[in-house]
């Protein structure tokens, strides 16, 4: 069976005859401006055409990015400046970083406080309480006559003989008449003439200078 599509064509033209080709409608300027291009028009209508990125649409969202960066980073720098201002001030305040004479004195005298009440024998327990007296005032005064009442007769039974000394003190801060300091203290201890024995201790020590004189107000064991 003849394909159905060859029924369709039309007949051949007689011999001496020609058919000349349909005439077609020559094309517009814009057509003929478009193919010199190579381009076909969008669908649609012109305003519906997407906008470049570096059009007119693109320039405020990238202004806008722009200045909430700088505001980010105005603020990150405000930021650290004002951290910088208060450790300025803390340090101008902490004379313990700017005062050496000052520093030196406090840990001298509080080291030497400690070692002396912290140091006696079986028969000079009065000595260490007078050294107390002195050196103590505040909170520490009642903690060291709580402490020392409880195991003073303990002290004179078995012969106990304690000595202490201040192997290190440092000054954490120093501050007008107040000081925070931390100190290490090795202590010997035996009975009657027993082995001795040695022990290392850590405080933190709070001090005032009152009447020209640093005194200990507070002790806490580390």
């Known amino acids: 069976m003849t394909p159905t599509w060859l029924l369709r064509r039309p007949p051949p033209p007689e011999p001496g005859t020609e058919t000349a080709p349909a005439p077609t409608d020559p094309p517009d300027g814009d057509a003929a401006e478009r193919e010199a291009d190579g381009r076909d028009a969008p669908d649609g209508d012109a305003g519906d055409a997407p906008v470049e990125k570096g059009g007119p649409r693109g320039r405020p969202r990238r202004a806008a990015l722009a200045a909430t960066a700088a505001v980010l980073v105005l603020g990150g720098c405000g930021f650290f400046y004002a951290a910088h201002q208060l450790r300025s001030q803390a340090s101008a305040r902490n004379h313990a970083l700017t005062d050496t004479g000052a520093t030196t004195r406090v840990a001298g005298e509080v080291g030497d406080a400690l070692a002396r009440i912290f140091s006696y024998t079986p028969d000079g327990t009065a000595a260490a309480e007078r050294s107390a007296s002195t050196v103590l005032d505040g909170r520490a005064a009642r903690q060291y006559e709580t402490l020392f009442a409880r195991v003073r007769d303990d002290l004179t039974e078995q012969r106990v003989t304690l ?6 003190t440092g000054v954490i801060e120093l501050e007008g008449d107040r000081a925070r300091l931390l100190v290490f203290l090795d202590q ?5 003439k027993g082995k001795a024995t040695t022990a290392a201790a850590q ?3 709070t001090a005032r200078l009152g009447d020209d004189r640093w005194r200990i107000v507070d002790i806490k064991a580390r």
């Open 203 to 205: 405080l933190t020590v």
């Open 188 to 192: 010997t201890s035996h009975r009657d």
């Open 163 to 168: 000595s202490t000394r201040a192997v290190r």
